[in-house]
């Protein structure tokens, strides 16, 4: 029996996970979806956390993306680390059995083994809101984003003690290559 195998992304993976990403955002009016660049771009970075781009292998393949990167929340004085979720992908053959939810999962797992505590994201609450996400603005988060409402989520992951506050409110930044998107 073929099982999905979750995993941290490795140098090998770099063209089935671009594969993943071209067919997963594919539209008729690019040749190549942004987001393929937008992780190739984030690779390079400050921003990147090599233990939390995971892929979701099925049969040897790579069929499913989930990348977790630094950001920046900017509070009054100061500022501190946070994580944006995105791009998350799964090859269209492969949607809707599970795949997108396990390789989510397993990012969001190993952020919490990191003692990571907050995570950002824009995508459908439907989907986001299975993971624990809400609105971030209810929490104080702005971002270019904030303007559309429901689909800017925010979670707080688990404390690693009991008696930590609620992350600050502010302005999440997201570093350069997100502009592009």
């Not at 509070?75 to 791009?87: E, F, V």
């Not at 409402?149 to 506050?165: M, R």
Request: glycine share 8%; charged share 20%.
């Amino acid at each position: 029996m073929t099982t999905l195998r979750l995993r941290p992304e490795d140098p090998a993976d770099e063209g089935p996970v671009a594969r993943v990403l071209a067919a997963a955002f594919a539209r008729p009016d690019v040749a190549t979806p942004p987001e393929v660049a937008l992780v190739e771009e984030l690779r390079h970075s400050d921003a990147w956390i090599p233990e939390l781009a995971m892929v979701a292998e099925y049969g040897g393949e790579v069929v499913g993306y989930a990348l977790l990167t630094r950001v920046r929340v900017c509070t009054d004085p100061g500022s501190y680390p946070a994580l944006a979720l995105g791009p998350v992908a799964v090859a269209p053959n492969r949607q809707r059995i599970g795949h997108g939810t396990a390789v989510v999962q397993a990012a969001l797992d190993a952020a919490t083994e990191l003692e990571e505590r907050l995570v950002v994201v824009l995508g459908d609450p439907a989907f986001y809101r299975r993971f624990g996400f809400g609105r971030a603005d209810r929490m104080g988060l702005t971002s270019p984003w904030s303007g559309l409402g429901e689909p800017w989520q925010a979670l707080v992951l688990p404390p690693s003690t009991g008696d930590e506050a609620p992350p600050a409110p502010g302005e999440v930044v997201f570093p350069p290559p997100w502009s592009k998107v």
